[in-house]
Nanobody, 126 residues
Framework: QLVLVESGGGLVQPGGSLRLSCAASGFTLDYYAIGWFRQAPGKEREGVSCISSNGGSRNYADSVKGRFTISRDYAKNTAYLQMNSLKPEDTAVYYC???????????????????WGQGTQVTVSS
């Protein structure tokens, strides 16, 4: 069974940082692109960042460029999203997802990702 589990969410003050983790079990992430998505109450799901299977391609939503960094650790079979300078508008449930295939570029289209985690809540508030 292919499972993705997010962790690292929580409550943080504006300007603070969090690091989200996405751990895979039941399969190796080596041949999968990883995407991070988020959904705030009453809003549509939004693509935040993605990284290709070999790590050579990384993309970010304009709203998080310069503040968020995506990475992956093949040995730990885990992907990460480092979030700095957090803003109240970053408040959402964050999901990681995996897309099978060695594509040169990663994309932030949720429909391309076949495996999803259960989500972790991030709340940015004073």
């Amino acid at each position: 069974q292919l499972v993705l589990v997010e962790s690292g969410g929580g409550l943080v003050q504006p300007g603070g940082s969090l690091r989200l983790s996405c751990a895979a079990s039941g399969f190796t992430l080596d041949y999968y692109a990883i995407g991070w998505f988020r959904q705030a109450p009453g809003k549509e799901r939004e693509g935040v960042s993605c990284i290709s299977s070999n790590g050579g391609s990384r993309n970010y939503a304009d709203s998080v460029k310069g503040r968020f960094t995506i990475s992956r650790d093949y040995a730990k079979n885990t992907a990460y999203l480092q979030m700095n300078s957090l803003k109240p508008e970053d408040t959402a449930v964050y999901y990681c997802a995996a897309r099978a295939g060695r594509f040169r570029q990663c994309v932030l289209n949720a429909d391309d990702y076949g495996y999803w985690g259960q989500g972790t809540q991030v709340t940015v508030s004073s």
